[in-house]
Each structure stands twice: as structure tokens, then as C-alpha cells.
């Protein structure tokens, strides 16, 4: 709807994971690197995890693209599976035909990774949203790893999920496949500059002629809203143009990016309850708790110097007659304690 109005050629914001709009950040410049040493050096388990939107699944996408002819390769994206199921898509996949049962999965699978093997070719797995998997199929997955020679990997196996997988795998009773997992990595979001430099380079790979169609206000704006996360940008940013579109505005503000978060129910992780409030003076940022700690401090120290100076410019008659005072005091008190 907008495309002409910003003259673009394509939608730069779609949520789709389409590889040829993945911006490679340091961090997924790495993820991408681990997933290729995976096949190249036939590392058997891989894991990648990183937080709901951080762009897991199109640096699987990524990597589909650039896989030789000779990997043969499986994408699981829904794993919520029967084991039954589970051994079916394996077949249907790797092209095994009809399978019966887990007994002649085995075999078939078995004589289909050697004659692979024979062929100099690489039979890879990808699980998307491993965290879903149950217990039983995790096992499954394990077991599948044990199918090597003594020099090699028959299969390579890509775990993608969420930070909570991470966890799961950390379960005493998961630690045969903890053992197995031969790389580790976490994705994270992307930082303010890597935001503006995200934005700016959808832009121009949908066509844009113009790349400052978002000011520095509205790129501040949507790494606020979003925390860096591919998915927030890409919803702000996609409902922006679409805004900036119906009220004839070529440039997109901070006041827009408001509104759009807003009508979305995004809201800045700053005001979340689960992080302090700050107190800013001159640039630098302290917690509310670490300034109240202070001035009580502070207050203290300054009322027993101003004692102590008050009392020792008292002459003795003076101090004795204080000292006899806090005596009464003292004496009285106990009788009204007993």
C-alpha cells in the first residue's frame, strides 16, 4: 500500500524470515559461522539459541540457502511430535519410503547415512523451535547421533530454540546429550547503532532511494520500543510507513513511532517493573537505591559531626550538666521498663 509512496519495490519490513533481508550484526555474522563450521567439520550436535524475534529462524533460512547439493538436509520447524510422527517426517524427508516401525527406521536409516558416507555426501538435521520438543524425542534425537563411524559423523544435528532450552538441556537427566553438543551459541538483540544500521539496510535492499526515510529520533524511538529485538523493529517500523503513508508524511518521526507503539501495546522495557528507576543528572545514571543509601549516610554522618562539634565548645559545667541529664534519662527509663 505504501511502496509507491516511499518508492520501494518491496515490503522491507516483512515479518517473514526471508534470508535475502537478514542483516548480519557481529552476533549473527558469528551464529552464521558456527552453523557453516557445523557442516563443514561434521560436528554432530549444534546449538543455537536466542530470545523470541532475534532472528533465529531466518539464520536457519540463511543457511538453507548456501547448503551444497551434496548435504542432504531435513528442516524440522514444528516439533511437537509423537515419536511415531517424529520417525515418519525423518523418512519423508530423507526419502526411506514407507516405514512401519522404529525397527526398520533404524535400518533404513542406517543403510541410507553409509551409502551417504560411501558417496562423500552430508546428511543433515535442523530442529527449529527445539524447546517444544518432549522428553521421549529429545532421547530420539540423542540416539540418532549414535549412528557413526569411528572417524566421522553420519549426521550433523542444528537444535535452534529459546533461552529456556538451554535449561532443559541442562537437566541432569539430559546430560548424555549435554555431553554430545559439541558447539554453543546464544544470539542477542541488536544495539542502537546496529538498529539504525538494520533499518537502513532493508530499506535499501527493498529499493529505497532515500535511506532516511526514519529520522534519529524515530530509529532512538523504535530500539527504545523494541530493545533491538528483528521482530519489534520490523512491526514498528512496517506500521510507521503504513502511518507516515495515510497522513502524506514522507518522513517518519519519533512522534509516529510512539503512535504506532502504542496502538501495537509495545512499551519501552525501561518502565517494566522488574528494572529500577534511574535518577540522570549530567549524563550519568545512578539507581534510586544507591542515592537514597547516600543520603541516609550522609545524614547521619552530619548529625553526630554536628554534635560532637556543638559539644565541645560547651565549658565543663555545661558538658557535667548534660552528662547528669542522659543519666536521669537512662535511670528513668529502666523504671518505666520494669
Same mark, same amino acid.
Given at each position: 500500500m505504501y511502496l509507491t509512496f516511499y518508492n520501494l519495490k518491496r515490503e522491507p519490513f516483512s515479518l517473514s524470515p526471508d534470508h535475502n533481508f537478514l542483516?548480519?550484526?557481529?552476533?549473527?555474522?558469528e551464529g552464521l559461522a558456527h552453523l557453516r563450521y557445523c557442516l563443514i567439520r561434521q560436528r554432530g550436535f549444534v546449538l543455537i539459541t536466542g530470545e523470541v524475534g532475534t532472528g533465529k529462524t531466518t539464520l536457519i533460512h540463511a543457511l538453507l540457502a548456501q547448503v551444497p547439493q551434496k548435504v542432504k538436509t531435513v528442516f524440522i520447524s514444528n516439533p511437537s511430535l509423537k515419536r511415531d510422527e517424529f520417525f515418519e517426517l525423518l523418512a519423508h524427508g530423507f526419502g526411506l519410503g514407507v516405514v512401519g516401525n522404529k525397527g526398520q527406521f533404524i535400518i533404513k536409516f542406517t543403510q541410507f547415512l553409509e551409502e551417504a558416507q560411501k558417496r562423500g555426501e552430508h546428511v543433515l538435521l535442523i530442529?527449529?523451535?527445539a524447546h517444544c520438543l518432549s522428553p521421549d524425542i529429545l532421547e530420539e534425537i540423542r540416539l540418532l547421533s549414535n549412528l557413526e563411524t569411528p572417524?566421522?559423523?553420519?549426521?550433523?544435528?542444528?537444535? $535452534?530454540?529459546?533461552?529456556?532450552?538451554?535449561?532443559i538441556i541442562e537437566n541432569p537427566k539430559n546430560r548424555a546429550l549435554r555431553q554430545r553438543i559439541s558447539l554453543f551459541f546464544s544470539l542477542r538483540p541488536l544495539s542502537r547503532q546496529e538498529t539504525a544500521d538494520y533499518i537502513r539496510f532493508r530499506l535499501m535492499k527493498a529499493g529505497a532511494k532515500d535511506l532516511a526515510i526514519f529520522s534519529e529520533t524515530a530509529l532512538d524511538s523504535i530500539f527504545l520500543f523494541s530493545q533491538g529485538v528483528p521482530r519489534l523493529i520490523n512491526k514498528l517500523a512496517d506500521h510507521a510507513l503504513l502511518t507516515g503513508f495515510v497522513k502524506e508524511v514522507k518522513y517518519i518521526d519519533d512522534?509516529?513511532?510512539k503512535e504506532c507503539a502504542k496502538e501495537a501495546g509495545i512499551v519501552p522495557s525501561d518502565s517494566s517493573n522488574d528494572r529500577p528507576h534511574v535518577a540522570v543528572k549530567k549524563g550519568r545514571i545512578f539507581s534510586s537505591k544507591l542515592v537514597a543509601k547516600?543520603? $541516609?549516610?550522609?545524614?547521619?554522618?552530619?548529625t553526630i559531626s554536628?554534635?560532637?562539634?556543638?559539644?565541645?565548645v560547651l565549658d565543663p559545667e555545661e558538658k557535667r550538666q548534660i552528662m547528669d541529664l542522659c543519666n536521669k534519662i537512662i535511670f528513668q527509663g529502666k523504671l518505666w521498663g520494669k
Open positions: 542483516y548480519l550484526s557481529e552476533v549473527h555474522k530442529i527449529d523451535e572417524n566421522v559423523k553420519l549426521i550433523s544435528i542444528i537444535l $535452534v530454540g529459546q533461552p529456556e532450552f538451554k535449561e512522534k509516529i513511532i547516600f543520603f $541516609v549516610a550522609f545524614s547521619i554522618v552530619a554536628s554534635f560532637l562539634l556543638w559539644y565541645f
